[in-house]
């Protein structure tokens, strides 16, 4: 297996009320996204890497770095299409989930040997609900799941590029493959208002 890696900071951090992008929110001393790039380095070996970076953002020092798209997968594909040819797997995170476990990276690598795609996620813990003209409806949550990143998929997924999917696992269904989703730590939370900063530094010292 030779791995890439896509690391996704490209975002506006438009719901971070109108303030910093939070991949430049500093953690240990360091922006958030690349502290979050040292911590896959030093669980994961990497044959390649491209950092995905919002448009303001100068290039990473000895890596390379491109522009993000106007949506998720586009800034994917941006990220892929730059990784060397000879990588056959790609790892594709969020620089906003700085809290992941190197046990759940391990198992996402393990089960990419015999899947075309696999995500880290977690069952839905909390009574979900859909709201229309004030009205509430509970709806079932038995085999509902949420689906974080890290993801990893076989390069060659990518071949067919689609408007469809807002991670891989719907991107590849949207192609006709089932992927497979494995349950890791619910802690592995995207950092997407301000209050998220508080419980990842937390997380990050209990460490």
């Given at each position: 297996m030779r791995l890439g890696l896509v690391l996704l900071a490209g975002g506006s951090s438009q719901r971070f009320q109108n303030?910093?992008?939070k991949q430049l929110l500093p953690v240990s001393q360091k922006p958030l996204y690349l502290y979050t790039l040292d911590r896959l380095r030093s669980h994961l070996v990497f044959d390649d890497i491209v950092v995905v970076l919002h448009k303001s953002l100068p290039p990473v020092a000895d890596l390379k770095s491109v522009s993000g798209g106007d949506s998720?997968?586009?800034?994917?594909?941006?990220?892929?299409?730059?990784l060397h040819?000879?990588?056959?797997?790609?790892?594709?995170?969020?620089?906003?989930?700085?809290?992941?476990?190197?046990?759940?990276l391990l198992k996402l690598l393990e089960e990419a040997k015999r899947h075309k795609v696999v995500a880290l996620g977690s069952m839905?813990?909390?009574?979900?609900?859909?709201?229309?003209?004030?009205?509430?409806?509970?709806?079932?949550?038995?085999?509902?799941?949420?689906?974080?990143t890290?993801?990893?998929?076989?390069?060659?997924?990518?071949?067919?590029?689609?408007?469809?999917?807002?991670?891989?696992?719907?991107?590849?269904?949207?192609?006709?493959?089932?992927?497979?989703i494995?349950?890791?730590?619910?802690?592995?939370?995207?950092?997407?208002y301000p209050e998220d900063r508080i419980l990842c530094e937390t997380l990050l010292q209990l460490e």
């Open positions: 303030q910093q992008l998720w997968l586009q800034s994917v594909f941006a990220g892929v299409e730059n040819p000879d990588v056959d797997k790609v790892l594709v995170h969020d620089a906003a989930r700085p809290y992941f476990l190197k046990e759940d839905m813990r909390n009574t979900l609900t859909r709201i229309e003209n004030d009205q509430i409806e509970v709806l079932d949550r038995t085999h509902i799941w949420e689906v974080y890290p993801q990893i998929a076989d390069r060659d997924l990518f071949k067919k590029k689609s408007p469809h999917g807002t991670d891989l696992i719907t991107f590849a269904l949207s192609q006709g493959f089932q992927g497979k494995l349950p890791s730590s619910p802690l592995n939370i995207k950092i997407t």
